[in-house]
């Protein structure tokens, strides 16, 4: 079944200094079926957080429709969880009182709310941290409550917009690892967004490639990797391998024809800026 369409999509900001009009996405358009994992990637500034934000329901569409099991967003819900990049906990709430917010505001009993919160606390790694506070916590252990947070309210969509982009690279490899084993164990419907190849494709079964802003969707990548999935088995898999080059040689196209003039007229010559 299909858990979330995005039709259309398009997204003009007006920029509050100059008054001008930014066509951030030109026509975006593309599905996610339930417990599936798909990736967006594209250069700098093509709207990915937009497309993002506009499935949170944080930002209206200038047209098109986005939907969430058949029914059209029009704003924030519980039906979305978004996984931020800077963790947005409570600070002065329990790792265990961050974790059973959403169920407490969804009426669930205290002892089924905490047994609940318990389970996703240990399927992130975090058990034994119930009574510490966010700020006790390292950058990568908020970022796991972060996702143990937004998994324990069962949302028909993850939204993750770049959510280990600022952890340091040793601790990103084993956050992403720990995501692939419980989307493995779990299957949620996750939609993550990230600057990063080689993350996309070890996380995705389908990577959403971008073109330039405006944006439209140059090509949907299949990632044919057998799960579960593990950096050091994906590494030595020619299709890992296959999949990056070829999302790469997307992304360079682009970053070429940006740097000849020939995309973007606005463009501030980021397009490359994919790591
Ligand atoms: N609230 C806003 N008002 C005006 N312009 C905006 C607003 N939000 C985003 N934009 C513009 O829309 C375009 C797309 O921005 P967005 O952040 O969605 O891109 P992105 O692909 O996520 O960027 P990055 O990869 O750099 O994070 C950019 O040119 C940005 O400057």
Redesign the pocket.
Known sequence: MTALVIEHLE?V????YSGDE?V??GDVSFTVERGEFVSVL????????????TVAGF?DPTSGTVSVDGREVSGPGPDRGVVFQGHALFPWKTVLGNVVFGLRMKGVKRREREERGREFLELVGLAGFENRYPHELSGGMRQRLGVARVLANEPAVMLM??PFASIDAQTRRRLQEDLTRIFEERRPTVFF?T?DIDEAVFLSDRVVV?SP?P?TVQEIVTVDLPRPRTWKAAVDHPGFRETVARINGLLAVDAVRDRDGAGDQ?S?G?AA?VR
Do not use: F, M, Q, W
């Not at 594209?42 to 934000?53: A, D, E, Q, R």
């Open positions: 997204k900001y007006t920029d509050s930014v951030a996405i594209g250069p700098s500034g093509c709207g990915k957080t937009t497309v993002l934000n930002a917009d770049e967004v600057h971008l802003r944006s606005e501030d980021s800026d």
